[in-house]
């Protein structure tokens, strides 16, 4: 006992004084010390200090607090370090498609600090392939540690609500199932490595139109149901080293700030142990985000620390709040290479990765069209090469997003490389319009800027008549590019009268010939498609595909790759179909304060399958060069109890080797909410089969896989009655189908009453 208050009295006087009552020597140090007894002998300032970060460096202005850590120039943030405790300062960095750092470093061009750009996250969830996603993490986290990097600030994993969103194309899919699983797979790859992950935006940050402040307004069930579930799966399946808090409200509460999300929710019912940090100036209350449990504010600023000091001081903050707080971002250090002290060599394997990005971008590119067989191409071709995209591709969005990269695989490389012809006269055409457009958009100023594209040059017709007359096929890109800090307009998500006119011009010629016109998509969300894909023979869509993006392209066009994605979000007939088309940004459309989730859970294929209503391609849905049978499905019983093993058998049925994504869709009773016609409830990919050669594929369906979320007694509940398996090739492609019986109604889980909508929301039913 004397003891204790012996302790508790010098641990008084340090406060009191400050460090220099307690000699260096005998401080306990982080990592051979308990974590409690560290924060019983720091200071309030070097607490509040702890939990901000340590500034962010701005031209002319140095840093917000201090000196930023300039360890890996060009990083987004740090945490501070407290020598004398052992303490080291962290290193975070951007972004969701590759390591955004600096590549060169105090006017020295003699060394390279270049990173890859792996192929955008809508990309790689249309590969529907985990596996593949987790290899590609594997060697993303190789980047990351090599680098001196901490935490990436990855993977970003909203659901696409609607496809004007401009950061749509750092996430995975409109679907929380495809989401969640992703996400788990890239963070498990990464974190392999011994670096962590900082999974994002939590939660409902799905437009960039006034994101720091825009209240999106949803009902419980749609938020448990599509907007959570994804991260609740991450967390549970991967367990991420930290959580990012989103920048906007939800029901009134900003994300950093709410103790529903980020303790009731994320931590009591999910089971998360790690750290919840902050986006970029999130927020508005550093104390209410303190006592939310966002332990980290970045990139931390001197006010953010004045307040918290303050507030202990004054009563309104519980400095046990404080030192929770504190002790879950030094949990978080202990964990880090910079604890470690990790010798990072700045020389990660970037060929072994670029292989890997190429690899990664030709599995889940789509194979939207292909009448006739206009593709693969016949080796040797004299190719028509139109569009800048075949010459300058967009390998990925602006902002955070973005990444620097050494080069990038151009398509008329990728195709010339592997024996084809490109059109010289055209290239040259191209070419200049792209040395017109350097001159006065510097690429240095595009990576956090806007998402310019090289505006196309205007063809004479002798152009393409000539390259009708001598070439054997035509190959026109259409290009799109959205990023960080802005949606993209209605506009975008049509064809330009321009480029309808060119496009139209070059089918002609080349069909009055007698030859086949290809279109190859270099978007990163959805775009029209309608009015003028009947014209053309086939589509690729090779989304944005890292800075290997020729070579990949060039690999399916040619046949060296089967494609084998299908789309993890749906492309609309007309930007009104989409469900959130009237709600979406919210109101006033210039600065929306508020944007209401009428749509409710009928987001993407839930509300096209559901109502009937026509896509142009649906969810699910993609074309290989072979073909494939389903068989044998089976149920491992005829009720339900406790899991459910499905399995069935797909066939290589075509001529040519290839892979099958297989889908399992449930459509559950409506005897107490109104559901969706069917919601996917797992997937798989085969292996690459042989011409006759089957797989047969296992999914496990669990309770919760039943059940929907019923807001008055806040418990996920499955309905007692008839439940229908559907395997399909998409969503609207089903192949076979069994059913299954639930006895009795079965509810699956209790949670709290929590993020509740403060207006009535007239949500969209069935």
């Known amino acids: 006992m004397e003891t204790v208050q012996f302790r508790q009295v010098i641990a008084v006087a340090f406060l009191l004084v400050g460090h220099t009552a ?39 202005h140095g840093a917000v607090i201090g000196e930023a850590d300039g360890r890996v120039p060009g990083a987004a943030g740090n945490t501070m370090s407290i020598t004398r405790f052992g303490i080291p300062g962290t290193v975070l ?22 990173a890859t750009a792996w192929p955008v996250g809508t990309l790689l969830a249309s590969s529907w392939d985990t596996a593949l996603v987790k290899k590609v993490g594997v060697g993303f986290g190789n980047e990351i540690k090599e680098y001196g990097i901490d935490v990436i600030l990855a993977p970003g994993m909203n659901i696409q609500r609607n496809l004007l969103n401009g950061r749509n194309f750092e996430y995975f899919s409109e679907d929380p199932y495809v ?18 992950t900082s999974i994002k935006h939590f939660a409902a940050n799905n437009q960039e139109s006034n994101r720091n402040a825009v209240n999106a307004i949803i009902s419980e069930r749609a938020l448990r149901e599509l907007y959570l579930r ?35 929710i994320l931590r009591e ?109 016949t080796k040797n071709q004299k190719v028509a090469l139109f569009g800048i995209g075949c010459y300058k591709p967009v390998i990925g969005g602006t902002g955070s997003g973005a990444v620097v990269v050494a080069y990038t695989v151009a398509l008329e490389k990728g195709l010339s490389q592997i024996g084809y012809v490109p059109d010289t006269a055209l290239k040259t055409i191209y070419v200049s319009q ?24 205007e063809l004479r017709a002798t152009d393409i008549n000539s390259a009708a007359d001598h070439d054997d096929i035509g190959i026109f890109t259409i290009r799109r590019n959205a990023g960080e800090g802005a949606d993209r307009k209605v506009e975008d998500f049509y064809l330009s009268e321009a480029e309808k006119t060119q496009l139209k011009a070059v089918g002609d010629a080349f069909h009055a010939k007698g030859k086949k016109i290809i279109v190859v998509l270099n978007i990163g969300g959805a775009i029209e498609m309608e009015s003028w894909s009947k014209n053309v023979d086939a589509i690729l869509l090779a989304w944005q595909p890292g800075l290997e993006a020729g070579n990949a392209i060039a690999d399916v066009l040619s046949g060296g790759v089967d494609p084998s994605g299908k789309l993890a979000t749906t492309f609309p007939v007309k930007y009104e179909d989409e469900p959130s088309a009237k709600s979406f940004p919210g109101t006033p459309a210039n ?35 072979t073909k494939f049978t389903y068989s044998n499905l089976k149920l491992s019983a005829v009720a339900f109890s406790k899991k459910m093993t499905v399995t069935v058998t797909v066939t290589n049925t075509g001529k040519v080797v290839g892979k099958e994504v297989v889908q399992l869709y449930l459509s559950a009773p409506h005897k107490t909410l109104d559901k969706p016609s069917e919601e996917l409830k797992g997937f798989g990919k085969t292996r690459l089969l042989q011409p006759g050669a089957s797989q047969t594929l296992t999914f496990t369906i669990d309770p919760k896989n039943l059940a929907s979320f019923n ?21 609207e492609d089903i192949r076979m189908t069994k059913s299954f019986a639930l006895a009795k109604t079965l509810i699956v889980e209790k949670d709290h009453k929590a993020i509740v909508p403060q207006v009535t929301i007239k949500e969209l039913k069935n």
């Open 269 to 377: 019912e999910w089971g998360f142990k790690g750290m919840v940090m902050t986006d970029w100036f999130g927020g508005k209350d550093p104390v209410a985000q303190m006592k939310a449990g966002n332990d980290l504010l970045e990139p931390g600023t001197p006010w953010q620390q004045q307040a918290i000091i303050d507030a202990v001081k004054n009563g309104t903050l519980d400095v046990k709040v404080l030192d929770q707080n504190v002790e879950r971002v030094l949990l978080y250090i202990l964990k880090t290479p910079s604890f470690r002290k990790y010798q990072y060599s700045n020389t990660p394997d970037l060929k072994s990765h670029a292989t890997l990005s190429r690899n990664a971008a030709a599995d889940g590119m789509v194979l939207l069209k292909n009448d006739n067989s206009a593709l693969p191409l």
């Open 591 to 625: 600065r929306p304060a508020e944007s209401i989730y009428d749509e409710g859970i009928y987001v993407g294929y839930r509300y096209f399958n559901t109502f009937s209503v026509k896509t142009s391609y649906p969810f699910g849905y993609g074309l290989s060069y």
């Open 434 to 457: 792209i040395k017109a457009d350097l001159k006065t958009h510097p690429e240095k100023n595009m990576v956090l800027g806007s998402p310019h594209l090289v505006p196309e040059p």
């Open 179 to 196: 989401s969640g699983y992703m996400a788990a797979a890239m963070v498990n790859g990464i974190q392999s490595n011994g670096v962590g």
């Open 230 to 264: 994804s991260f609740e799966i991450a967390v549970k399946r991967s367990q991420p080293t930290t959580v990012m808090s989103s920048y906007n409200k939800i029901n009134g509460t900003y994300t950093s700030e709410s103790n529903d999300l980020l303790t009731k």
């Open 93 to 114: 960095s951007d972004g969701p498609a590759g390591v955004r750092i600096d590549p060169f470093r105090k006017g020295d061009s003699t060394k390279s600090y270049y």
């Open 22 to 60: 307690f000699p260096q020597e005998k401080l306990p140090q982080l990592g051979h010390a308990p974590v409690s007894e560290i924060i019983k002998l720091m200071t309030l300032k070097e607490k509040a200090s702890i939990v901000a970060g340590t500034g962010m460096r701005f031209q002319g």
């Open 711 to 731: 807001t008055e007694k806040s418990s996920w509940i499955a309905d007692a009655g008839k439940y229908t398996v559907k395997i399909g090739a998409s969503s």
